[in-house]
């Protein structure tokens, strides 16, 4: 058997990775164990289960992503780890850059394999018993002692149950909310406040963070739900849940720190016995013992997660339409506040990396939070319009600039900081026919034709990646519907939750939420940009008014042609008389668009049509409003290898007429007829990839914008097919056709079918 299917086997055995993971395939490749294995995370998690806690595994980067230099520190930690917890020399191990560049894999392999099957064979062989394996692809952390305090006494025979699974889901609520209410005194009062007077006031609060504000407002909840439960028959349930989602927002808080609380708890026991021997004796006044303080920290995390869970099955079994549509309220509002924890989550986890960036760069006296969230880093061939020099550096990509750097053994020194608000990105198609390294690459254009910059890439691959990142840096702060209605919205950190202006959503996160207008204050989500109402205050911006009758030149007007207008259709004033009844106006929005949703794309530019009908079938069309330009219609088309763009066909009959006849009537060079809606999938689109197998359909009940290249937005009304789904909140799937390799939905925004 090849060396490298023998490490895969290993691997396997030591509950790394599933028997069921690609590199087990029989098409399977040695570089597929190398890309498996070349972020180091998987590396880390070995060690731990070849010995339990050799590595915290909060402290190293659990998903590096587009990341060098996070890949390279969880490597680091991996080769460290093996000569201080297992007594490897260096020699026996390999370098970092070996493993992530895959330069000399068969000596990773064979140093690995060998020397550390070598060394834990001479230590006691019973660490390696199969009960102290911890799968990288296990639940969340926390979920067995949940479901532990939450369980309940079966209150009614299983005949009953069957009878009436809708009581049974009331009950549950009543009765979990009671226990965890219960669960939340029980941390208070017989760990938090015993501990006042063996630690301080500041390792008080980083322990148990707001546990007597989530104390109070549960107490409360609790109250409010067995009332409505045992007296009202449940018939305002709903409003509890969505009158409480704002007093809920303290999750955001409590669970963006849990982690951080753990570690200083586990430093506190480590470095206090006093305190280690306390805590065991809370612990057995609290529960006999069962449970420890570190358990039960986990479970408020939990709970606030499992509200949309206990209300998505609570409507499923109502009926009544009107009870069932007040219910769909209630779980929208516990999904929003669901979603929003994790992002808060996410975000402190992404505070953590920018800190590590910050002080590994020297030279940088700039705050790195202050331009966005990163996109990724890594090597490239930085080629500068000014002396034509190819020069190595290692680049940092953020939302606003790209730090440039050169590397100074494990740390970096600033070169240069650009300014992505200044550059726009031009592909250099020529350089992909080059086979060589360091030969393909795109421009980084200024704007104003300053000096610009090239950017060269090892691999096609490579330059793919780094161009969908750099693309979406400069999408983030130059989103398309920006000043969309007058409007002048910029990124934006909001200081407390905020709500969308459009969608009422929250904003998720604690950094660059969304984006505020700087004319009338409305925050908005990046997908929500162009459906918002006109700016109230547009400064001299002119005004927009809704058509309530129609007209279609009767009466006709003194002293110019009529303008042809339905009811719905939205107009714009370009001159009035207050004496006159008549007025000048433009056409800017017409319900015939609207009535066509799957042709229709809304305000859109030529990129985002380019990009949306790139992959399309031949003759795949769309119709969109130029925001932009000269604010009206036109219409895009795949014809053959490009993208057409046509203006003049904003009448629908004309689009209905070009269904049946050539275009090539009207615009000489398009030989073919409008045939495909962009929102419908033609039957001749395929992926590139062999289809992976469909786990089921989901509705998207409302949009969900896209903030980096491996998420999907999704649009009210879009059929989602899902591939995966994970236990964290995200699945992976395919959007009206819009496929790319690691296509990921979050679940909070769909509903299955």
């Known amino acids: 058997m090849e060396y490298w299917r023998q490490c895969s086997l290993w691997l396997i055995d030591c509950k790394v990775l599933p028997r069921n993971h690609r590199v087990t395939a029989d098409s399977a490749q040695v570089f597929d164990l190398a890309q498996t294995l070349r972020d180091g995370v998987l590396l880390c998690q070995l060690l731990n289960n070849l010995r339990p806690d050799t590595i915290n595994l909060k402290e190293i980067n659990i998903r590096p992503q587009m990341s060098q230099f996070l890949c390279l520190k969880n490597i680091r930690t991996f080769l460290s780890a093996c000569c201080e917890a297992f007594g490897m020399k260096k020699s026996e191990l390999f370098e970092a850059f070996d493993l992530f560049d895959v330069r000399d894999f068969g000596k990773v392999m064979?140093?690995?394999?060998?020397?550390?099957?070598?060394?834990?064979?001479?230590?006691?062989?019973?660490?390696?018993?199969?009960d102290i394996y911890d799968p990288v692809y296990g639940d969340v952390e926390g979920g067995e002692v949940y479901e532990d305090?939450?369980?309940?006494?079966?209150?009614?025979?299983?005949?009953?149950a069957e009878v009436d699974i809708r009581?049974?889901?009331?009950?549950?609520?009543?009765q979990t909310e009671a226990k965890y209410s219960e669960t939340l005194e029980t941390i208070e009062k017989y760990f938090m406040i015993p501990l006042i007077k063996f630690i301080s006031a500041t390792e008080i609060d980083k322990i148990f963070i707001n546990i007597p504000d989530l104390v109070k407002i549960h107490r409360s909840l609790l109250a409010e739900i067995q009332d409505s439960v045992q007296n009202r028959n449940a018939e305002n349930l709903h409003q509890i849940f969505i009158i409480y989602k704002d007093r809920l927002l303290l999750y955001g808080k409590y669970c963006g720190h849990v982690e951080s609380a753990i570690s200083v708890l586990d430093f506190i026991c480590k470095e206090k016995e006093g305190v280690r021997l306390k805590l065991e004796e809370c612990s057995k006044r609290a529960n006999n013992g069962k449970f420890t303080l570190r358990d039960l920290l986990v479970v408020p995390m939990q709970r606030v997660l499992k509200y949309p869970l206990l209300l998505q099955e609570l409507v499923k079994y109502t009926s009544d339409n009107k009870e069932n549509s007040n219910l769909r309220l209630a779980l929208d509002a516990m999904r929003d506040l669901a979603q929003y924890v994790n992002e808060v989550k996410r975000d402190v986890e992404t505070l953590r990396e920018i800190d590590q960036y910050q002080r590994s760069i020297e030279n940088l006296n700039q705050c790195l939070l202050s331009y966005g969230r990163p996109k990724g880093d890594g090597e490239v061939r930085l080629v500068s319009n000014v002396d034509k020099r190819r020069q190595d550096r290692h680049i940092f990509l953020f939302d606003v600039a790209v730090i440039v750097c050169k590397r100074r053994g494990d740390n970096y020194e600033m070169k240069e900081v650009i300014n992505l608000n200044h550059f726009k990105i031009t592909d250099n198609p020529i350089t992909d026919k080059d086979c060589r390294k360091w030969c393909y690459g795109f421009y980084l254009t200024h704007q104003q034709g300053q000096s610009g910059f090239e950017f060269l890439f090892k691999t096609k691959d490579l330059k793919k990646k780094w161009l969908d990142q750099f693309e979406m840096a400069i999408s983030n702060i130059r989103p398309e519907n920006a000043t969309f209605n007058s409007h002048h919205f910029r990124m934006h950190t909001f200081e407390r939750a905020t709500s969308c202006s459009s969608c009422h959503m929250l904003l998720r996160g604690i950094f660059n939420q969304g984006y505020l207008c700087s004319k009338c204050g409305n925050g908005a989500h990046k997908g929500c940009l162009g459906k918002l109402g006109v700016c109230g205050r547009a400064g001299n911006g002119l005004p927009k008014m809704l058509v309530i009758r129609d007209y279609f030149g009767v009466p006709s007007p003194l002293g110019g042609p009529p303008l042809n207008a339905k009811i719905g259709d939205v107009i714009e004033i370009i001159c009035a008389d207050p004496h006159s009844s008549w007025c000048v106006v433009v056409l800017v929005l017409t319900t015939c668009m609207l009535a066509h949703a799957s042709r229709f794309a809304g305000p859109m530019e030529r990129h985002h049509a380019e990009s949306e009908l790139m992959e399309r079938d031949n003759s795949t069309y769309l119709v969109r409003y130029r925001s932009r330009e000269s604010k009206e219609y036109a219409i895009s088309i795949k014809y053959h290898v490009f993208i057409a763009h046509k203006t003049g066909l904003m009448d629908g009959g004309l689009v209905e007429y070009y269904k049946q006849h050539s275009l090539k009537e009207g615009f000489r060079t398009l030989d073919t007829?409008?045939?495909?809606?962009?929102?419908?999938?033609?039957s001749g689109f395929r992926p590139a990839v062999l289809t992976p197998r469909v786990?089921?359909?989901?509705?998207?009940?409302?949009?969900?914008?896209?903030?980096d290249t491996r998420e999907l937005s999704l649009?009210?009304?879009?059929?989602?097919?899902i591939y995966t789904k994970s236990t964290n909140g995200w699945w992976k799937g395919e959007v009206n056709g819009r496929v790319r390799?690691?296509?990921?939905?979050?679940?909070?925004?769909?509903?299955?079918?």
């Open 695 to 707: 786990l089921g359909i989901a509705l998207a009940r409302y949009d969900f914008g896209s903030r």
């Open 741 to 753: 390799k690691n296509n990921f939905l979050h679940l909070y925004s769909c509903e299955a079918l």
């Open 149 to 160: 305090l939450m369980r309940t006494e079966a209150a009614a025979s299983q005949k009953q």
């Open 167 to 174: 009581s049974c889901c009331l009950l549950e609520i009543k």
């Open 110 to 130: 064979k140093k690995k394999i060998k020397n550390l099957v070598l060394v834990v064979s001479e230590g006691d062989n019973e660490e390696l018993e199969e």
């Open 715 to 721: 649009r009210v009304g879009d059929l989602v097919k």
């Open 673 to 682: 007829t409008l045939q495909v809606p962009y929102k419908e999938l033609g």
